[in-house]
């Protein structure tokens, strides 16, 4: 078993394993926040998180909130079940699962579980408390989500020229000069712009962090138009980083890091993707190297299980990484520990390196 913090401890651990990611959160006192989620490749193949929790003998009733932070399948898989086993938690997800055309969306499901696990369950949130709060939407023009003694989550993300966009471009792909619904190509359409996804900060007293989903470097859409908000100046700089996009370029913006993170100090924590173009590369974890104090990686991605016989075995294993980061809520730094197939970088070094396999 593994110690639960303490009431003044805060912790954020990322899961992961190549295809999926999840952040279980403790913003002090026992309150929990899940943001994504994917589910284990053992049986009874719970949602990563539930497993997680149960390892410190945590109660699913103690999660506040569960974040879907965009509609890829690796980020949204077992909502459904996550959802109904945290009995006390609120959803929360972009402005965007508000529109009847995302409704409509899961009227056409075909059974790839989108329906489910995204519509279908924001229909049940809304129903499982009697004033309606079961269903939050969040976002840079919303409020954020509060908790006790000044915590609080904040979504700097999705702007609200992203969700418009998103919905235009959905409303075309859903309506064919013919009436003919296109299904397929607005999921699509979902899966590969990610402009809709929630970026948070949180906050605890003089602590901050960034999650930063699969948000993109754009100008109109992306980390330029986050770090542009009115707000943005407002925001704590953070320690901690889970890094854009698994890792890759293509959620790099230099003013970001300026902006929000203190320089050259903080943890980065790198959830891999390993589908056909596999993130992050060498050059990504080079640059990472360049911008914190420390980079961690949740599971094997393809290049590392390229590498050596046993890490191939352990990628397609299914096991689940994990990073784990905690510190005194106030006082002192991050520290971290990491379960198999997680591990810290070494930044000396400046190249990938596979993490050590245990017989």
């Known amino acids: 078993m593994r110690l639960r913090p303490d009431d003044d401890v805060l912790e954020l651990t990322v899961l992961g394993r190549g295809i999926g990611e999840c952040v279980v959160v403790h913003m002090g006192d026992q309150n929990w926040v899940i943001v994504d989620t994917f589910v284990s490749a053992s049986p009874p193949k719970n949602p990563v998180a539930i497993d997680y929790l149960a390892t410190m003998n945590v109660d699913p009733a103690e999660v506040r909130a569960i974040v879907i932070t965009h509609y ?16 006390n938690a609120r959803l929360c997800t972009t402005a965007a699962t508000e529109s009847d055309l995302f ?25 499982r408390f009697e004033d309606g709060s079961g269903h939050r939407v969040l976002g840079p023009t919303q409020q954020p989500f509060l ?4 915590r609080r989550l904040m979504a700097i993300a999705p702007v609200d020229a992203a969700v418009n966009e998103s919905m235009d471009n959905l409303r075309r792909l859903l309506e064919e000069p013919g009436g003919v619904l296109d299904e397929d190509a607005a999921k699509d359409y979902l899966k590969k712009r990610n402009l809709c996804s929630i970026a948070l900060h949180g906050e605890v007293g003089s602590d901050s962090f960034l999650l930063c989903g699969d948000v993109l470097n754009d100008a109109t859409f992306g980390w330029q138009a986050v770090v542009g908000a009115p707000d943005a100046g407002a925001l704590q700089r953070s320690r ?16 970001m890091w300026d902006d929000l993170v203190v320089p050259g100090a903080a943890h980065l924590v790198v959830a891999p993707f390993a589908g056909g173009s596999p993130i992050p590369t060498a ?3 080079r640059r990472l190297c360049g911008l914190g104090a420390s980079v961690h990686q949740a599971g094997i991605s393809e290049v590392e299980a390229r590498l050596t016989p046993a890490n191939i075995m352990l990628r397609k294993s299914g096991s ?9 809520i106030g006082s002192g730094d991050w520290t971290f520990d990491h379960r198999i197939p997680g591990w810290q970088h070494d930044c000396d070094l400046v190249s990938l390196q596979p993490p050590p396999v245990t017989s």
């Open 320 to 328: 689940v990484g994990r990073v784990s980061a905690r510190k005194r």
């Open 72 to 87: 890829d399948a690796d980020h949204y898989r077992g909502a459904d079940r996550l959802f109904d086993m945290c009995r």
């Open 240 to 255: 901690y980083v889970k890094v854009a996009h698994h890792g890759s370029h293509t959620g790099h913006e230099d003013q």
């Open 283 to 285: 050059d990504d974890i």
């Open 103 to 127: 409704r409509r969306l899961g009227d056409l499901d075909r059974g790839d579980g989108f329906a489910r696990s995204i519509v279908g369950t924001i229909e049940t949130a809304k129903r």
């Open 147 to 150: 908790m006790p003694h000044g």
